[in-house]
């Protein structure tokens, strides 16, 4: 089975996290299709605006806000407040488990539209092609 790669947009926060790894899920109100085994490329917005490490989505879960809280959340990063005012008027959360946590050399933005004409930091993901892969692989050595 070949690799599945995706670009995802994660606050900056949150980002730091994720790579320090006091973070290991990573909530979405809703994610396309994505699988087990994808390596996302962590995103980390304004005003960091690059590329700073990837992850591998280890477990994707699906469910109410309250049995995702239940389950997951001393691995979340937040409170319990900041996750139901996340989560205000959702009927479900998503949690993707991450493991395999890379730090990675920054990929500005003038880079990622170097790779992909008009590139535009994604609201949920982007999916990547493997050879769009290979060249951050090529980018972002690890540091």
Not at 37 to 42: D, Y
Not at 54 to 68: C, D, H, M, W, Y
Not at 105 to 117: E, V, Y
Request: overall charge positive.
């Amino acid at each position: 089975m070949t690799q599945a790669d995706a670009i995802i947009s994660i606050r900056p926060e949150f980002a730091e996290a994720i790579l320090n790894r006091s973070k290991s899920v990573e909530l979405r109100r809703r994610i396309p299709a994505t699988n087990r085994g994808t390596r996302l490329w962590i995103y980390a917005t304004m005003p960091v605006g690059s590329i700073v490490g990837t992850a591998v989505v280890k477990e994707i879960a699906r469910g109410s806000p309250t049995a995702i809280w239940n389950a997951y959340k001393a691995h979340v990063g937040l409170n319990r407040t900041s996750f139901f005012d996340y989560y205000d008027g959702a009927d479900e959360a998503v949690a993707l488990v991450l493991g395999t946590v890379t730090r990675c050399s920054p990929i500005g933005i003038g880079q990622l539209r170097l790779l992909r004409s008009g590139f535009h930091p994604p609201q949920v993901l982007t999916r990547l092609t493997s050879q769009e892969a290979e060249w951050l692989s090529s980018l972002g050595e690890v540091a």
